[in-house]
């Protein structure tokens, strides 16, 4: 639900009729997202992600009601990492604030201070989500995200509609935060036993550290292409051009995501591997029967309503989502979620070196002969194509567990097919819905 409120909200900035914002003010605004996202996505994801096959399943609490209670010890300490990282970054971001750059112009961070409040008091609340799917309370997490992300467009987008500056909606989004709070506070009471544990903190660190640094690696992929976009061009408008057209179709990147965190604590045991893995293969079909045609269909009138959702100015961010709707290939195919499940986040970091050696070489080189914006999401595309099939033929050739047994191929590779023929035909204009 959170990347169809931030698109909404990128949809109200940019409509002259009801927003006073320029794009100056909405590269500000992106700016804002990007960076908090790039300073925190990678630790947040390893620590969450190492929790989940940690679950019930570690060395130091066995398995539920060891600990003598049936409230889970596990959560309270992955919480309490989540608060050292966040202070960390707080404290780290204040330190060196003073020597940040962007679009060239040296400590000139838009809203440095509330920034690095955000980062703070953010990343914590990530784990609300994971406290209801480890309690199978799925449904909680569908009413919190209508609750929670329905306030937040409400707190954002009202001082706009008011005519108030952009720094508004910094301050609502700040409240929504708070409230998030509140409501962690309240699940951390009912559903975790508030003890430290060194002992687990280490397994924990000692799982998550790989995934850290792999989802830094491997997860920056549109960071990069920010980073290298905003050292190329110097105006935030630009830049915002670039990160309105750089996001995945949303439904495919929650689904996606959802199925992988939903199946990783199904390998934490030998004896359910075979059920996982046709778990997986299952549910990917289901999946790709549903996100392949519904991408096609925004694909083939993303030209058309480029201009509409947002207004002139964007008309070239439609050429950059074009490219990143094909991630929804390698997004479809979890080798990952069977190498994290079992433990093995050591390859996952050699994946994700290799995404990254083949995304910054091929951005520049794509740069260099004039590609621009798009020859930019080509190399991000590239770069997880080949590290997803990297992890393919580790769990192929090293794990035994072939393809077909985990990839419905056939299905796999006829959508793939038609949505690369896709891609070619509105590229060259023979498709113009525009």
Not at 210 to 239: E, N
Not at 300 to 325: C, H, T
Not at 332 to 339: A, D, E, M, R, Y
Request: net charge positive; with cysteine; charged share 15%.
């Amino acid at each position: 639900m959170k990347p169809v409120i931030f698109f909404i909200i990128s949809i109200i900035f940019t409509k002259y009729k009801i927003s006073h914002l320029s794009k100056a003010d909405i590269g500000e605004w992106e700016m804002f997202m990007f960076i908090s996202g790039l300073l925190t996505f990678f630790w947040v994801t390893g620590i969450i992600q190492s929790l989940l096959p940690l679950y019930h399943r570690n060395k130091t609490y066995r398995k539920v009601g060891d600990n003598g209670v049936d409230k889970s010890p596990e959560v309270f300490n992955a919480f309490l990492l989540l608060c050292f990282f966040s202070l960390l970054f707080f404290i780290l971001g204040h330190s060196l604030k003073g020597n940040f750059s962007v679009f060239h112009n040296r400590g000139n961070v838009p809203f440095i201070n509330l920034l690095l409040l955000y980062i703070l008091l953010s990343s914590p609340v990530c784990l609300i989500e994971y406290i209801y799917l480890l309690n199978n309370r799925s449904y909680r997490i569908f009413q919190y995200g209508l609750y929670t992300f329905t306030a937040q467009l409400i707190f954002i987008i009202t001082p706009i509609l008011l005519g108030k500056d952009i720094i508004w909606s910094i301050y609502g989004l700040l409240l929504i935060t708070g409230f998030r709070w509140i409501w962690l506070i309240i699940l951390l009471r009912r559903y975790t036993e508030m003890k430290i544990s060194v002992d687990f903190i280490k397994e924990h660190l000692y799982l998550g550290i790989p995934l850290i640094i792999t989802t830094l690696i491997s997860g920056s992929g549109q960071y990069i292409d920010g980073i290298i976009i905003s050292a190329f061009y110097k105006d935030p408008a630009t830049f915002a051009v670039f990160r309105y057209g750089a996001k995945e179709f949303p439904l495919v990147l929650m689904l996606a995501n959802g199925l992988n965190a939903a199946l990783l604590s199904e390998f934490a045991t030998r004896e359910k591997m075979k059920e996982s893995i046709e778990k997986i293969r299952v549910k990917s079909e289901k999946l790709m029967h549903f996100l392949f045609p519904a991408t096609m269909v925004m694909m083939l009138i993303a030209r058309w309503i480029y201009p509409i959702m947002f207004n002139q100015d964007f008309e070239k961010s439609s050429g950059v989502f074009l490219v990143y709707a094909l991630l929804i290939i390698p997004r479809l195919v979890f080798p990952q979620t069977i190498i994290v499940g079992r433990k093995k986040t050591h390859i996952t970091l050699i994946a994700a070196i290799i995404e990254i050696v083949v995304n910054i070489s091929l951005s520049l080189l794509m740069l260099k002969l004039g590609y621009k914006l798009t020859g930019v999401a080509v190399s991000t595309f590239v770069a997880y194509v080949v590290s997803n099939l990297f992890l393919v033929l580790y769990v192929w050739f090293k794990m035994k567990i072939k393809p077909a047994e985990y990839i419905p191929l056939k299905v796999f590779a006829l959508y793939s097919f038609l949505i690369g023929i896709l891609f070619i035909l509105i590229d060259h204009r023979i498709i113009d819905i525009h």
